[in-house]
């Protein structure tokens, strides 16, 4: 089973930083590129960043370019997103998600259940 954990949300004052962190699970995690995308309250899903199988490509939304760095450590099945200089309105819950291709069924997205960063003076 596909399993996406995300963690390391919280409140942090703006200008503050957090690392938000994707565990994964089900799936041959190295093969796979991967994403973050956010939902602020009230609004839709918006696209943060993704990074391919092999860690060396990654793409930012230009609201996050400068500020937030993907990586991942294909040796832990985990992902993260690196958040500095955070402001009120990176405010959301945000999600890891992953296209993988199942046998037999195809290509299926997969979420987690989402991590929620607050910032707030």
């Known amino acids: 089973e596909v399993q996406l954990v995300e963690s390391g949300g919280g409140l942090v004052q703006p200008g503050g930083s957090l690392r938000l962190s994707c565990a994964a699970s089900?799936?041959?995690?190295?093969?796979?590129?991967l994403g973050w995308v956010r939902q602020a309250p009230g609004e839709g899903l918006e696209w943060v960043s993704a990074?391919?199988?092999?860690?060396?490509?990654?793409n930012y939304a230009d609201s996050a370019k400068g500020r937030f760095t993907i990586s991942r450590d294909n040796a832990k099945n985990t992902m993260y997103l690196q958040m500095n200089s955070l402001k009120p309105e990176d405010t959301a819950v945000y999600y890891c998600?992953?296209?993988?291709?199942?046998?037999?069924?195809?290509?299926?997205?997969?979420w987690g259940q989402g991590t929620q960063v607050t910032v707030s003076s």
């Open positions: 998600n992953a296209k993988i291709l199942r046998s037999g069924v195809g290509w299926i997205r997969y």
């Open positions: 089900g799936f041959t995690f190295s093969t796979y590129a």
């Open positions: 990074i391919n199988s092999g860690g060396g490509i990654t």
